[in-house]
């Protein structure tokens, strides 16, 4: 499992992800790169779940962006679309958020494709715990996103065991 973490406030957004890949209760690898660019560095995401699953997700993805012109929405409502129907992309066990300058998005194989209310979205094992503390965060300090992210991170990542605090995190300002 994982954790993936992404903050948006104007138009800085923030993708932060841990680097833990688990085999069961097995710790197989403490530094993967779970958050990528992609589209020419536009477009920030991160996933979780199975690697295989993610690696075609995020090509796909960059594929409906180029096909609808760099729009994240439009790329990202495609994708899921295809992702429910398709009968090999349903098969997909993986969950991503998606973020440009405009937009924060989650998306799922359920065809799900969701715009957080206050611009923070987390996904994976220890997506509950790296929610809960960016939210307190966000009310209580001004700090901006990546500390935020990292912050949030960090406390994720001491209580989730799926969860390390090795983190690659990207950002567009």
């Known amino acids: 499992m994982t954790t993936i973490l992404a903050i948006k406030r ?9 680097g833990q890949v688990s085999f069961g209760n097995t710790v197989m690898k403490g530094t993967a790169r779970k958050v990528r660019r992609i589209h020419n560095g536009k477009v920030i995401c991160g996933f979780a779940g199975s690697t295989a699953d993610a690696m075609t997700l995020f090509e796909k993805l960059e594929g409906k962006l180029g096909e609808y012109g760099g729009n994240l929405t439009r790329a990202a409502v495609e994708l899921a679309k295809d992702w429910r129907t398709d009968k090999m992309l349903r098969r997909l066990e993986a969950m991503m958020i998606a973020a440009d300058r405009e937009r924060l998005l989650l998306l ?3 065809g799900d494709v969701l715009e957080p209310d206050e611009g923070i979205a987390a996904i994976g094992s220890g997506g509950s715990y790296a929610l809960a503390a960016a939210r307190a965060l966000a ?3 001004p700090a901006d996103p990546r500390e935020m992210a990292c912050n949030a991170m960090q406390i994720a990542g001491e209580i989730c065991i799926y969860t390390n605090t090795n983190l690659t995190v990207e950002e567009i300002k």
């Open 108 to 110: 799922s194989g359920s």
């Open 10 to 18: 104007g138009n800085h957004v923030v993708v932060a992800g841990d």
């Open 139 to 141: 009310r209580h300090s």
